[in-house]
């Protein structure tokens, strides 16, 4: 570490100061459950700038980019001074873990001075513009089209799944610039305005009654050709940088974000599963605090497995697609806390009255439980991951390999 680094002791006394006069005790940020998306939103911003105001916001992005230029030792105990206070978690995953990241490794300096000071700041929120309809969980085979017209990219096509893409500011879009390519190969990645001419957003509701996930429709959206982020049908290997940072910051390994352990404050914490298990006792149910250890060890291992996984990336014993590990393992501890909090709470999960905060609300969370198990990649891909990146294993045929994007039949071509 250079001398002229902070010491981490001495960051996190001032960090603990700092937060202490500063943020709210955390628990204030449920009080504005009720509140509407939009306005939840407009707080985190507000929080984010207060972050950056302070000097705490950025810890790992360097200077010249609006960031604090530490280690990723003081974010580690920046996250942990963190833990009693509210932070804005929604912007630190994807807009800052992810997006800013990814702007970093792979962004032109222009873009990087550009944005990466706006996302750390809260003024410009960012999505990933990657899943499409007809994509399932083939990324590559996406079928969104950038035409080049002199200066700029003519993009047509739509994609889905977008975590709070209404309220966002800019996406990376993966677009296909060439289809005469393998369909790895002819994609490129945009930085694309979601206020342009030509974009329309809508919103999805979904069972538990959220609409935090939105359908972008591109129709003739001019986009600059300075907007493409590392090269010209090169946009594969800019999304595979990008699902690196997904999983790292998902599964509890982020260089560049503090996220609260129980993800943006909509996942089911301990301190909950304690507060249901009391009250199920009560009840006269058994087995109630065993259920809750159960979570607690999951818990503890998987921290462990992320304390593990750093330090052999770190020193080059495992490549940074280990990240696959975290984000199944984050995954699946959250949907088991899900199923306890769900079996704790007993028939007012879906009977109570939606207006409760609990115990209404933890059946609320369960018809999400398969979110996590999804967003970053299925835990199918990332078990295909570990076995062929990790293990070592035969990877699965592909039928469309030598074969140009153009020539692969759609699923309309299969069935006729």
Known sequence: MADSVEPVDEFRARARRWLRKNLAPHGTDAQHRDQSRAARLQRQRDLQGVLFDGGFAGLTFPLAYGGQGLMRAHLQAFSEETA??????????????????TLLDCGTE??????????????????????????????????TRADRDGDEFIVNGSKIWTTNGIYADFGLCLARTDASLPKHRGLTMLIVPLRA????IREIRVAG????????????????????????????????????????????NSQYANIDDEMAGDGTSMAELATLAFAARARGETGTFERVAD??????????????????????????????????????????????????????AVLGEPTAAEPYEFGRRFLMRQAMCLAGGSNEMQQNLISERLLGLPREHRPDIGLSFSEIPSGRDRHR
């Open 197 to 200: 001419a030509g974009v329309e």
């Open 110 to 143: 222009e873009q990087k001075r550009r944005h990466i000071p706006e996302i750390l700041r809260g003024t410009e929120i960012w999505v990933q513009l990657l899943s499409e309809p007809s994509g399932g969980s083939d990324m590559a085979g996406v079928r």
């Open 295 to 348: 979570a607690w060890v999951r818990d503890y291992a998987h921290l462990c497995l992320v304390d593990r996984i750093v330090a052999l990336v770190a020193d080059g014993s495992l490549p940074a697609e280990a990240g696959a590990l975290l984000k199944l393992s984050a995954a699946m501890r959250g949907a088991h806390r899900d199923d306890i909090a769900l079996q704790l709470s007993g028939t007012d």
């Open 209 to 252: 009654g959220q609409s935090d996930f939105c359908e972008e429709f591109f129709d003739d959206v001019r986009v600059p050709a300075e907007n493409v982020v590392g090269g010209f049908n090169h946009g594969w290997a800019t999304a595979s940088a990008l699902l690196i940072h997904e999983r790292d910051t998902v599964g509890g």
């Open 84 to 101: 009693g206070y509210d932070v804005p978690s929604l912007l630190a995953v994807p807009s800052i873990g992810v997006l800013g990241a």
